[in-house]
C-alpha cells in the first residue's frame, strides 16, 4: 500500500481556512468585505473576548434566502463571479467563495438573513464545518453572521492567539481601513456593551481621517491628485512634522480595497524624500483608481496583495504626485523677498565636529535686519527681520506670522548637499588646491579601500597620491569643503565606501553628498556675523527643499502668533 492518501474534506477545510482566517481581525475583515458587496448603507460589528469568544457583523444589506444560504457555506460559492473571465475585472471586494467556508470551518457560525421583500428569513448553525440546523425565523431586512469560539477545535492554533487587549487592536485597525473610502456606510464598532469606534455617513472625509489620525494631524494633510488613462490617484498626506517610527500609519487602498504593498510604500517614501529622518514614517492615505483589468487581486487568499500589469508608470505617478504636493507647502521663508546683502563665505573657520553648544546665551543686534517692505492689498508690509542669534546655534526672526527659528548648521548642510549634487551631475566641481596637502596615515585594510576607490573620488574633486606604504597627500577637495577636519572625513567616508558593496551608483552617490555635507556645514556653536546670517537664509531660499536637511531633519520652525499668546493664555 503506497503511502500517499486524500485528505478529508474536515481536515482539508481547516487547512483552507488556516490561510485565510489568522485571528479575530481576519474573521471580521471577510464578514465587512461581504456586507459592503451586499450594498449595506449600516454595519453594526459587535465583539467580545478581543473577538476570541464572539464576533457579530450586522448589516442591513440585500440579504440572502434559503438556497443561498446554503450555497455560500460551500466552498468558492460566490455570487461575484461566474468564469475565469471575470478575475481580470474584479469590482467587488470579495470574490473567491472561501470565507464563509473558512470561518465555519474553525468556529460555531450561526447565519441569520432575510432578501428585502420576504417575510420570513433563514438561520444556518454551522459548527466546526458540519451542518446542524436550518430554519425559518423572523428576521430584520440584511444579514447578521455570529462566529463563536473562534478556533475550539484547532487549540494548538488558538493557542497563538494574543491577549485579548491585543486582538482588539488588531480589530480596530481592521474596522478602521476598512471603512475610511465607504463615506456613505455607517460603520459601528462595540466590544460587549462598551462603544469603540462610530464612523456616521459622511460626504467629508476628513472626519473620518480625524478619527483616525487626530484632529491635528488631519487638519494639517494636504490633499494631492493625478490623473492619467487608466489611473486615478489622489492622497492625504501629513506634512513632515508628523512621523512615526512605523508605517503603520499608512494607508492604502486600490480601488477601495485596502491592501498591502510594498511598491507603493516605496513609492511614498520616494516621494517624501528627504523631508523625513531616517527610519521614520508618514501619516498617508492613498486611493488608487485603476481599470480592473490593469490589475490582478487573485493573488492571495486574503486579497489584500495584488499586482499591477504596470508597475512603473503607477510608482512614477505616485512619486510624483506626492513630490508636487510636498513641494507646495511653502515654508514662510518663501513668501518674502530678503533682499540683497554682500556675498560672503559662511562660517569659514568652523570645525568639523559639532560641538553640542550653550542655548542660553543670546546674541541680538542693535538694528535688525529688515527685508524690503512689501505691498499687498492696499497697506505696506514689511518683511522678515533678523533679531538675533541662539546660543550661537539658531538664528531667530520676526515676520508677520509669528517667530521664525532657523536651525544653522541643518540649513547649511542642505545648501552644501544642493551645491555638491548639481556640481558633480553637471561635471563641473570646483576644486581648491590645499596650500599644505593634508597627509593621511591609514591602516592597511583603509588603504586598500582608497587605493581601489582613487578615480570615483577623483571624480568627486578630490585629488589623492599615494606616498607610499599606508601614507596618502590630500592635495585637492571640493571648494565648498574647506573647513572640514579631514581626518574625521577620512573616517567616515572609508567606513560608508565599505558599507555601500552592491549598493546601486545613485544610492551611493546620495549618501556620499549626505555624509560630506554633513561635515562641510557650520556648526552648531559658531557665532555669525549679520551679513553672513542674510547669505545664509539667501542661499537656503533658491533651494527646491529648503525645509529638511538631507537627514530629513527640520530646517526651521515657525511658531505663530496664536500658539505664542495659547502659551501664554492670552487666548483659549
Not at 98 to 121: D, F, H, K, N, Y
Not at 242 to 254: E, H
Request: aromatic share 6%; with cysteine; net charge neutral.
Amino acid at each position: 500500500m503506497g503511502v500517499i492518501r486524500i485528505l478529508t474534506e474536515k481536515i482539508a477545510s481547516q487547512i483552507a481556512a488556516g490561510e485565510i482566517i489568522e485571528r479575530p481581525a481576519s474573521v471580521i475583515r471577510e464578514l465587512l468585505d461581504n456586507s459592503v458587496d451586499a450594498r449595506a448603507s449600516f454595519i453594526d460589528i459587535n465583539v467580545e473576548g478581543g473577538g476570541k469568544r464572539l464576533i457579530r457583523v450586522k448589516d442591513n444589506g440585500s440579504g440572502m434566502d434559503r438556497d443561498d444560504l446554503l450555497l455560500c457555506l460551500e466552498r468558492h460559492g460566490t455570487s461575484k463571479i461566474s468564469d475565469a473571465s471575470d478575475l481580470l475585472a474584479v469590482k467587488t471586494l470579495g470574490f473567491r467563495g472561501e470565507a464563509l467556508p473558512s470561518i465555519s470551518a474553525v468556529s460555531r457560525l450561526e447565519i441569520t438573513s432575510r432578501p428585502e421583500g420576504q417575510l420570513l428569513g433563514h438561520r444556518v448553525i454551522v459548527e466546526g464545518g458540519s451542518l446542524k440546523a436550518i430554519d425559518e425565523t423572523g428576521a430584520p431586512d440584511g444579514t447578521v453572521v455570529e462566529a463563536r469560539d473562534l478556533f475550539f477545535n484547532m487549540p494548538a492554533r488558538r493557542k497563538f492567539l494574543r491577549s485579548a487587549k491585543t486582538e482588539m487592536d488588531h480589530v480596530i485597525d481592521t474596522v478602521s481601513r476598512i471603512a475610511l473610502p465607504f463615506g456613505h456606510i455607517h460603520f459601528r464598532l462595540k466590544e460587549g456593551e462598551k462603544p469603540v469606534l462610530a464612523f456616521p455617513t459622511t460626504e467629508k472625509e476628513v472626519s473620518r481621517l480625524s478619527t483616525l489620525f487626530g484632529r491635528q494631524v488631519a487638519g494639517s494633510m494636504e490633499e494631492g491628485r493625478l490623473e492619467k488613462e487608466g489611473l486615478a490617484v489622489r492622497a492625504f498626506l501629513a506634512p513632515a512634522d508628523f512621523t512615526r517610527s512605523r508605517g503603520d500609519r499608512i494607508y492604502l487602498y486600490v480601488n477601495r480595497r485596502n491592501i498591502r504593498d510594498r511598491l507603493l510604500i516605496r513609492a511614498i517614501m520616494e516621494g517624501y524624500g528627504q523631508r523625513l529622518m531616517k527610519g521614520r514614517y508618514p501619516y498617508v492615505v492613498l486611493f488608487i483608481e485603476i481599470n480592473p483589468e490593469l490589475v490582478d487581486v487573485n493573488i492571495h487568499p486574503t486579497k489584500q496583495e495584488l499586482r499591477f500589469r504596470n508597475s512603473q508608470a503607477v510608482y512614477q505617478s505616485v512619486v510624483s504626485m506626492i513630490d508636487k504636493v510636498m513641494g507646495r507647502q511653502i515654508s514662510t521663508l518663501l513668501r518674502y523677498d530678503w533682499g540683497k546683502s554682500p556675498a560672503q563665505d559662511v562660517g569659514k573657520g568652523a570645525s568639523a565636529a559639532e560641538p553640542k553648544g550653550e542655548y542660553g546665551d543670546v546674541k541680538p543686534f542693535e538694528q535688525p535686519i529688515h527685508g524690503p517692505a512689501r505691498e499687498e492689498e492696499g497697506f505696506v508690509r514689511e518683511g522678515p527681520r533678523i533679531l538675533a542669534q541662539l546660543g550661537g546655534t539658531y538664528i531667530l526672526c520676526e515676520t508677520d506670522e509669528g517667530l521664525l527659528m532657523i536651525d544653522q548648521h541643518a540649513a547649511h548642510e542642505r545648501i552644501v548637499y544642493e551645491s555638491l549634487k548639481r556640481a558633480i551631475q553637471s561635471s563641473r566641481t570646483e576644486t581648491q588646491y590645499l596650500l599644505i596637502p593634508h597627509q593621511l596615515e591609514l591602516s592597511r585594510k583603509d588603504s586598500r579601500i582608497i587605493l581601489e576607490n582613487l578615480d570615483q573620488l577623483a571624480a568627486l574633486g578630490f585629488e589623492i597620491d599615494h606616498f607610499g606604504g599606508n601614507t596618502f597627500l590630500l592635495r585637492s577637495v571640493p571648494s565648498i569643503l574647506v573647513n572640514v577636519r579631514w581626518k574625521e572625513f577620512f573616517a567616515d567616508l572609508i567606513a560608508l565606501l565599505e558599507e555601500l558593496g552592491d549598493v546601486g551608483k545613485e544610492e551611493a552617490l546620495d549618501r556620499f553628498l549626505v555624509m560630506a555635507a554633513c561635515h562641510g556645514a557650520i556648526k552648531a556653536g559658531l557665532q555669525l556675523s549679520r551679513d553672513e546670517m542674510l547669505h545664509l537664509i539667501e542661499e537656503l531660499n533658491t533651494l527646491d527643499l529648503p525645509t529638511n536637511c538631507p537627514h530629513g531633519r527640520p530646517v526651521f520652525k515657525e511658531f505663530r502668533y496664536h500658539e505664542i499668546e495659547k502659551m501664554f493664555r492670552r487666548v483659549l
